[in-house]
């Protein structure tokens, strides 16, 4: 009953810490304009590979923000079928906040990884006419209030407004009040998941000792990245933390998962977010599976 109990506070303790961290992250990304890329946009709109370049960059941003930026672009016929490929496969979602704070340089060096992947395949999908691949609505671009914090006129508020005005709408209303608790309760639940597994079973040496289990596990890994939401992804980067699971597997999952950047894309055309998905777990699967046949 002892170790029950360890494996809770254990579990409650570092999902508090863990939170802490990520929403300070959040706060951080918060404080720079991501959707004043948006102008930026509109100045290399045309060039190809300027627009895949800097929609790896948006999607390697951690957290969502940069991923939905990417999709209102594409959506408003700003970016290319193949700048969206790329941004998508460079995005991880809240994920990307959780393994930052926990290994910086794990963080940098995923993120690197899937920035060089996903500018690789979105250059090679520049040969393939948008208009075979997907289908286009005809939008005025926008970019939506929700993701667009930019103030037009500093000049018009005085320095200690704007710090109360950021504290309240960004901080407060968006990072605290919309992401604290579903980031604990995730955190929490996953830690107490794993806790209770290394309770029970030594999952390194099953994996060390039943090599079909990491293959297994991959399948797994890439199905979950369909999902179009941050969260259950975690579980992936707990079991690499813990070294229970090789980088190909955390890999695999995060070319194939978005975070919520692909919930505006189903929005608008499904099929167009079904074309998103196929490609991002496709690619995932091949370079999982090649990594992790190397290493085997």
């Not at 990491?214 to 969260?231: D, E, R």
Request: charged share 15%.
């Amino acid at each position: 009953m002892q170790t029950t109990i360890d494996i809770l506070w254990e579990a409650l303790r570092e999902s508090v810490s863990i939170t802490l961290l990520v929403l300070v992250l959040m706060a951080v990304i918060e404080s720079v304009n991501v959707s004043s890329f948006g102008k930026f946009f509109q100045k290399i709109h045309g060039h190809p590979v300027a627009e895949v370049a800097l929609a790896c960059l948006l999607g390697a941003i951690p957290g969502c923000a940069g991923g939905f930026v990417v999709v209102s672009m594409f959506t408003h016929r700003m970016l290319s079928f193949g700048a969206l490929i790329g941004g998508m496969v460079a995005t991880f979602g809240d994920e990307a906040l959780f393994l930052a704070a926990e290994s910086p340089m794990q963080a940098l060096m995923l993120t690197g990884i899937l920035y060089v992947i996903g500018f690789v395949v979105g250059l090679l999908l520049l040969k393939i006419p948008d208009n075979k691949i997907v289908i286009f609505e005809d939008h005025d671009f926008e970019l939506h209030e929700e993701h667009q914090h930019t103030h037009t006129d500093p000049e018009d508020h005085h320095w200690r407004e704007r710090i109360v005005h950021f504290l309240r709408e960004h901080v407060w209303e968006h990072v605290i009040k919309k992401h604290a608790l579903t980031l604990l309760l995730y955190a929490f639940g996953t830690l107490l998941v794993l806790g209770l597994l290394n309770h029970f079973f030594d999952l390194q040496t099953i994996m060390e000792t039943n090599v079909w289990t990491k293959w297994i596990l991959l399948l797994i890994a890439v199905a979950v990245g369909f999902l179009p939401v941050s969260g259950p992804h975690l579980i992936f980067v707990m079991l690499f933390l813990q070294g229970s699971i090789p980088f190909s597997i955390l890999l695999a999952n995060s070319i194939a998962q978005n975070g919520h950047a692909g919930i505006p894309l189903m929005a608008q055309s499904r099929r167009n977010f079904l074309v998103m998905k196929g490609i991002t777990m496709g690619l995932g699967l091949l370079v999982g599976a090649l990594l992790l046949g190397v290493s085997s």
